[in-house]
C-alpha cells in the first residue's frame, strides 16, 4: 500500500466500531491541482516513447528456428478469467482513501493461472495465480481453496502446498475483500460481491488452465528494463551496508524475468509469465476508474499481440495468457522523474531527500510519472510504465526464439510447499549465530507518513523515529491497544502508533499468522511473498535460497536428492513473487528499518522479519527435492477467516429508475458525426447501477465497426481494451436516476463506427432486468 490508512486508530471496540469508520475520513484527499500541469525546467517529453507508440508489430523474422526446446518436458496449463468486482460505490483498494471512490471502468480486471506438473506423477504440480488486484489475500485464498474442494476428484490435487495466489499491486481495483480490519476501514467494510467476483474468477481460470494441461516445455530469460522503476526510499536504502550496495548497478532492481510456456504437440507458446518490480502506482489516488494499472497494461498489450496474430509462436486464438507478476516491489516506484513539492515555498523543488517533505509537511511531495502534469489522474503515465514493461518482454521473448537467449527448464521434479507460522514471538537463530525472535505485529508513526505515490495526513513524517510533537497521536494509539514494555522494546526503533497484532475487536486488525511457500520446477525455485520485499530485502531473500539449493544439491541431476556429482547440478534461477497468499504489509532489511521511512514503518513483525522469512523458507527447501525426507513438516496453525464476521457499512443497491419520459439505454448526447484521428468520440446513455450485475466476462460498454462493404457490424473494442472507458454517475439520489458516458481515446483507424452499452436495471421490487443502447454511426477518418 502506498498510504497509510492513519484513520484505523480511532477505534478500539465493536461498539466503537461505526466511529471508525467515520473517524477515517480524517485522511482527506489530496488537492486534485497537485496532478495538473507544471511545466518544469528542461522537461522533454522526448526522453519517452511517444503516446501512440507500440512495439505490437515485430514479428519473429520469417524462417527463425527457436532452438531452446531442449529442456524436460512438463504438463502445462495456462487459463484467464474475469475478477472485476464493483466499479462504483466502492472504495479502491491501495491508497486507503475513503474518498477514493470508483466511478467507472477503464480496464477489467482478470485471474492468470499457470499450472506445471509432472507427467509421471501428476500429483505433483504448482499452480501460479496472478490477480489484477493490490495483493493476495488470507480470506481470498481460504475462499479458492474451499471451491476447489467441490470442484471434484481431478482437482484433488490442488491443496495448500501448491496454490500460489499473488497480486500484481494494482491501486486501481474494487476494496473490501480483504479479510483483517486494518485495510477494511476505509472501504467501509467487507463486501461479499467484491470477494466473490475475485474467488469465482481465480477457481474459473484455475479450471481453463487445468482443462488445457498438456505436455509441453519451459524455457526462462532475464532482461533489464530501463525506465520503469526508481527507488522511493532512497535515503532508507543508502544505509545497507556500502560493500553490499557496491555490488548492485542500481537501487532496484531493472531485471525483468520470463518463464515461457511452449506446448509440443505444435511448437506454439500458450503463454508467458514474468517478474518485474515497480509499484502499481501509476495511476494517482484521484483516479475513480477501476483499471490493472501499469502491469493490467503490459499483459493487454501482450496478449492484444497475440490474439492479433503479431506473435509469430504463440497461439493466436485469443488464449493466450501473459502475465506481469510483482516482485521485490516494497521501495520501488513508477514515477520516474522523481518526487517533486507542489505548494509551498518548495514548489518545483524535490522533496528533502530523507524525510520525503516539503516546507516540513509530507502532502505537498508527489511523484511524478514521465507524462506528469496531464490532468489524467496519470493516465498516459500508466499507459508509458506498462508499455516498458511490455516492451522489455517483447524484447526478451524474441530474444528467447534463439538458444543463447534463453535457459531451459531441465529436471524431473515438480513441487511446493507451504507452512503457515505465527510470527508473534517466533525465535530463531540469526545469521550471526544469536537467538532472535520476532514481535507480535505493530505499525510505527511513519507508517501514517504515507510515501510520494501517496502522501498521508495531520503532521506524520517518514522516518520519524519518535512519537513526535502531538502528543494526540500517542493517546489515540493508546486507545487502540497501548503497547507493554516488551514489545516496545522489541519492535525498537519503531515508536509504535498501532499495535496491531494485540488488536483483536471486533476481530483481529492485522496478521500474526504468515504464509511460507516455495514452487520449483527444474532449476526454477520461486519464493511465495506474503509481504512488500524492499530491493535489498528481496536481493538478500533470493540470494540465500539460491546458496542453499546450491550448498545442499537440492538440483543435483536436476532432480535434487544425493548426487555425488556436484558437476551435475545446473544453476538455480530464483524469483520472488508477491504480495501473496496473504497481506502482511511490509518487509524491510534491519537496516532500513533502523530509518523507520515508511517501509520500515511498515514492517510489522520488527527489525528480525527479513531474517524470520528466510529462516522459515530455508527449512522448507529439503522438501522440495526429489527425495524429500520423509517426515511432513507441520502445516502450523490456520489463520482466522473473517469473511462471515466482518463489519460492513456498505450500502446495496436500493433501486433505479430511467427517468420521467425515458427509457434505460436512450442516447442523452449522441456522437457527432465524424471525428479526425485522435480525436475522443463519446455518448452518454440513460443508465443503472453496474452493481446490480457484474457482467463478469462480459462488458458494460463495446465499440462495433461497419464493414467495409456496408454490412455487418464486427466488435473491435470492449471492456478488455484500455482506450474504451466507461463512466457511471447519479444524477438523482431519490429518484435513483443515473446515467453512463463511454469514451474512445485516440481513436484511430478509418470506417464508420458505433458505441454499444450493456446494463442492468434493479425494480422497486427488486428484480433486475438486462437492457441494451446504442449510440448513432460516426466515421474516423483516415
Known amino acids: 500500500m502506498a498510504r497509510s490508512p492513519f484513520a484505523v486508530a480511532l477505534g478500539a471496540t465493536a461498539v466503537a466500531a461505526l466511529v471508525i469508520f467515520q473517524l477515517c475520513y480524517f485522511l482527506g484527499l489530496p488537492a486534485t491541482d497537485f496532478w495538473r500541469w507544471h511545466p518544469a525546467a528542461g522537461d522533454d517529453d522526448a526522453r519517452v516513447s511517444g503516446w501512440g507508440a507500440s512495439a505490437l508489430q515485430r514479428p519473429l523474422a520469417d524462417g527463425v528456428e527457436d532452438r531452446a526446446d531442449t529442456g524436460d518436458e512438463y504438463l502445462i496449463g495456462v487459463g484467464k478469467a474475469d475478477i472485476t468486482g464493483p466499479v462504483v460505490e466502492l472504495n ?164 525483468l524475468t520470463l518463464l515461457r510456456f511452449r506446448r509440443s504437440s505444435d511448437g506454439k507458446d500458450v503463454g508467458v509469465l514474468s517478474w518485474f518490480a515497480v509499484h502499481g502506482t501509476s495511476l494517482f489516488q484521484n483516479n475513480t476508474l477501476v483499471a490493472g494499472d501499469n502491469k493490467g497494461v ?20 485469443g488464449s493466450f495468457v501473459a502475465a506481469f507478476s510483482q516482485a521485490n516491489v516494497g521501495d520501488t516506484t513508477p514515477n520516474v522523474q522523481g518526487a517533486y513539492c507542489e505548494t509551498g515555498d518548495m514548489a518545483g523543488q524535490m522533496c528533502r531527500f530523507n524525510d520525503s517533505t516539503c516546507d516540513g509537511r509530507t502532502q505537498g511531495c508527489h511523484g511524478r510519472g514521465p507524462y506528469w502534469g496531464l490532468d489524467d489522474a496519470g493516465t498516459r503515465s500508466c499507459r508509458e510504465i506498462g508499455q516498458r514493461q511490455y516492451d522489455g518482454a517483447r524484447s526478451l521473448y524474441d530474444a528467447m526464439a534463439d538458444e543463447a537467449g534463453s535457459t531451459p527448464v531441465a529436471g524431473a521434479t515438480v513441487h511446493a510447499e507451504h507452512i503457515f507460522r505465527d510470527l508473534d514471538g517466533f525465535e530463531f537463530t540469526h545469521p550471526n549465530g544469536s537467538l532472535v525472535r520476532t514481535c507480535s505485529a505493530a505499525l510505527g508513526y511513519s507508517f501514517a507518513a504515507g510515501t510520494s ?30 503497547p507493554s514494555a516488551e514489545q516496545r522494546a522489541c519492535q ?160 446495496p443497491v436500493v433501486y433505479d429508475s430511467a427517468g420521467i419520459g425515458r427509457a434505460y439505454g436512450d442516447v442523452v448526447a449522441d456522437v457527432e458525426p465524424e471525428y479526425p484521428p485522435g480525436a475522443t468520440p463519446n455518448v452518454t446513455f440513460v443508465g443503472a447501477n453496474p452493481r446490480n450485475d457484474l457482467r463478469l466476462e462480459g462488458t458494460f460498454a463495446a465499440l462495433e465497426r461497419r464493414g467495409d462493404d456496408g454490412g455487418g457490424w464486427t466488435r473491435v473494442l470492449s471492456d478488455f481494451d484500455w482506450e474504451l472507458v466507461y463512466r457511471w454517475r447519479r444524477t438523482n439520489e431519490v429518484l435513483g436516476t443515473s446515467e453512463v458516458d463511454i469514451w474512445w481515446e485516440n481513436a484511430a483507424g478509418e470506417g464508420t463506427y458505433r458505441f454499444r452499452y450493456y446494463g442492468d436495471a434493479k425494480g422497486a421490487l427488486g428484480g433486475v432486468e438486462a437492457f441494451e443502447g446504442m449510440s448513432g454511426e460516426f466515421f474516423i477518418q483516415g
Open 453 to 482: 505515490d501517496g502522501p498521508g495526513a495531520f503532521d506524520f513524517t517518514q522516518g520519524d523515529e519518535g512519537e513526535g510533537d502531538n502528543p494526540l497521536w500517542s493517546v489515540v494509539g493508546g486507545l487502540v491497544h497501548a
Open 92 to 255: 479502491l483498494m491501495g491508497y486507503a482513501d475513503p474518498a477514493q471512490v470508483g466511478t467507472g471502468l477503464r480496464q477489467r480486471l482478470y485471474s492468470r493461472a499457470f499450472i506445471v506438473a509432472d507427467p509421471a506423477n501428476a500429483a505433483d504440480r504448482w499452480v501460479y495465480l496472478v490477480l489484477d488486484t493490490q495483493s493476495g489475500d488470507t480470506a481470498v485464498r481460504d475462499g479458492i481453496m474451499r471451491g476447489l474442494a467441490t470442484m471434484g476428484s481431478e482437482y484433488s490435487a490442488y491443496s495448500q502446498d501448491n496454490v500460489a495466489v499473488t497480486g500484481t499491486h494494482s491501486h486501481a481495483g474494487p476494496g473490501a475483500w480483504l479479510n483483517y480490519l486494518l485495510p477494511q476501514v476505509t472501504s467501509l467494510g467487507f463486501n461479499k460481491q467484491s470477494y466473490r467476483a475475485i474467488v469465482d474468477g481465480a477457481l474459473l481460470s484455475i479450471q481453463r488452465a487445468h482443462e488445457s494441461l498438456e505436455p509441453g516445455r519451459l524455457a526462462v530469460g532475464s532482461t533489464n528494463v530501463t525506465g520503469a522503476n526508481i527507488n522511493r526510499s532512497l535515503y532508507a536504502y543508502l544505509n545497507n551496508p556500502e560493500e553490499e550496495r557496491a555490488r548492485y548497478d542500481d537501487n532496484v532492481d531493472k531485471a
Open 492 to 651: 525498537a526503533p519503531k515508536p509504535i502508533l498501532l499495535d496491531a497484532g494485540a488488536t483483536t475487536v471486533p476481530y483481529q486488525w492485522a496478521p500474526s499468522i504468515v504464509d511460507v511457500q516455495v514452487l520449483r520446477v527444474g532449476q526454477l525455485l520461486i519464493v511465495v511473498s506474503p509481504g512488500e520485499a524492499t530491493t535489498m530485502s528481496g536481493r538478500r531473500w533470493r540470494e540465500a535460497v539460491a546458496a542453499e539449493a546450491t550448498a545442499s544439491g537440492l538440483l543435483s541431476d536436476g532432480d535434487g536428492g544425493d548426487s555425488d556429482d556436484a558437476g551435475a547440478a545446473p544453476a538455480p534461477v530464483v524469483v520472488l513473487g508477491g504480495p501473496a497468499n496473504s497481506y502482511t504489509h511490509y518487509i524491510a532489511t534491519e537496516e532500513e528499518y533502523a530509518i523507520q521511512r515508511y517501509e520500515g514503518a511498515s514492517t510489522l513483525y520488527g527489525p528480525h522479519t527479513l531474517n524470520a522469512y528466510i529462516n522459515l523458507t530455508l527449512g522448507v527447501l529439503p522438501y522440495l527435492a526429489a527425495r524429500p525426507p520423509t517426515v511432513r513438516l507441520d502445516p502450523g496453525p490456520y489463520p482466522p477467516i473473517n469473511t462471515n464476521d466482518s463489519l460492513s457499512f456498505i450500502t
Open 298 to 317: 503490459s499483459a493487454w498489450l501482450f496478449e492484444r499481440a497475440a490474439g492479433t496474430g503479431d506473435v509469430a509462436s504463440a497461439v493466436d486464438d
